[in-house]
């Protein structure tokens, strides 16, 4: 190929660069598009099990990779196996910037009634370390609210609880979640006790006509009391 004289347009002299880089930008964009319109793989799917499998494989000591095998447990019914790979990944690797992984652990505890002590610490090291994190979490509410007026009443409570953005209504969905549930969102740089959003559901159990006179307040996740307002 011959060469561009000197005083020759720049595009003329570095024209083989330029097709390089117009190619790259193309197949670049080409792999952007299919993947944003590519649907993310379903954790329930073998095409999940096998990315797990390799990923453990290849990175075997990254803390996601312990997250990817703390679902494959749970799929398999493992709830020990789940808490082990969280617990690897956040207590012996000390993992903070997954998001993920923060708030699963202290769902899990949650969920499993651990003490309260513990699902707070784990709470606010998640908001600590993903203020900004949009993600919510759940709370049961067996059989929910029986009308408007209970809705009225959980504003009431939620609105109390400074540390609470938001919250949301979720109806029973079938075998997936047979029972309602409440997705509390957080406002960033606050302190989150989870009493207080286990007692605000638990206005629920008052009967409609002390609702008024009375609020419910928790010492623990299971020990709740009514107390005057």
């Known amino acids: 190929m011959a060469l561009a004289p000197d005083d020759a347009p720049w595009y003329r002299r570095f024209r083989m660069l330029l097709g390089i880089y117009v190619i790259a930008m193309v197949f670049g964009m080409r792999e952007f598009v299919l993947a944003r319109n590519r649907p993310a793989v379903d954790p329930e799917t073998e095409e999940w099990s096998r990315m797990a499998d390799v990923v453990a494989r290849i990175n075997p000591g990254d803390v996601d990779t312990d997250y990817l095998l703390a679902l494959e447990a749970l799929k398999a019914g493992d709830v020990a196996g789940f808490r082990r790979h969280l617990e690897t990944a956040l207590l012996d690797k000390h993992a903070k910037h997954n998001d993920i992984i923060l708030r699963a652990y ?14 707070n610490e784990w709470l606010n090291r998640w908001r600590m370390n993903h203020p900004a994190s949009g993600e919510g979490f759940e709370i049961p ?10 809705e009225v009443a959980l504003q009431r409570e939620f609105d109390a609880v400074d540390w609470l953005l938001r919250h949301e209504l979720v109806p029973p969905s079938g075998d997936v979640s047979p029972q309602w549930r409440v997705v509390v969102y957080f406002r960033p740089a606050m302190e989150i006790d989870i009493r207080e959003a286990v007692a605000a559901v638990s206005i629920l159990a008052l009967p409609p006509a002390q609702r008024g006179q009375f609020r419910v307040t928790c010492l623990s996740l299971e020990n709740c009391q009514r107390v005057p307002r």
């Open 106 to 119: 202290a769902q899990h505890l949650f969920t499993t009634n651990a003490d309260y002590r513990q699902v």
């Open 141 to 150: 509410l067996g059989s929910g609210p029986s009308g408007p007026a209970d």
